[in-house]
């Protein structure tokens, strides 16, 4: 139990998939988790494709996000700021970031499909667990002017 709870520890830093209720990476496939959940080799293999249908779409989403994000900046640090430019490039980001969030959520959905009340029930109880456990996010310091 305590392997399980560091195993889920160090996922939980990884990726946006826990905010929609899953551990990030391929969680499936380490033993702590496996044998926490009790999950069968056919569980497995069907992680591993919902997993594998879904990698390259998410990785160019993310891509699409990071590069609406560089545009955004990009508006905003122009000397002179154009309101209407800016809004079209944070819409933009919007709208990317909400493509990513609806592939995640799909693939959260898929990958639930998988698990047995039973199982699910136990791995969210476990993550709730550690993500109260977590310390509070500490302000960096800032130097004064």
């Known amino acids: ?12 830093f990884a990726s946006s998939m826990l905010a929609q ?10 033993a702590e988790v496996s044998n926490f959940l009790g999950l ?9 494709n919902i ?3 879904a990698s ?26 154009d309101r209407r430019a800016v ?5 933009r980001l919007n709208a990317a970031r ?8 799909g693939m959260l959905v898929d990958m639930r499909g998988v698990l047995s009340d039973a199982q699910w029930s136990r791995m969210r109880a476990q993550l709730d667990r ?7 996010p500490q302000r960096p310091n800032r130097r004064k002017p």
């Open 1 to 12: 139990m305590k392997r399980f709870a560091l195993a889920l520890i160090a996922l939980l």
């Open 51 to 53: 997993w594998l249908g």
């Open 130 to 136: 550690l993500g109260n456990d977590r310390p509070m």
């Open 87 to 91: 809004q079209a490039a944070a819409a």
């Open 21 to 30: 209720g899953m551990p990030p990476g391929k969680w499936w496939r380490k």
């Open 98 to 105: 909400g493509r990513l969030f609806e592939r995640e959520l």
């Open 56 to 81: 390259s779409e998410l990785i160019d989403l993310r891509s699409d996000v990071e590069k609406q994000n560089i545009a955004l900046r990009i508006e905003l640090d122009r000397p002179q700021l």
């Open 40 to 48: 069968t080799t056919e569980q497995q293999n069907k992680l591993e």
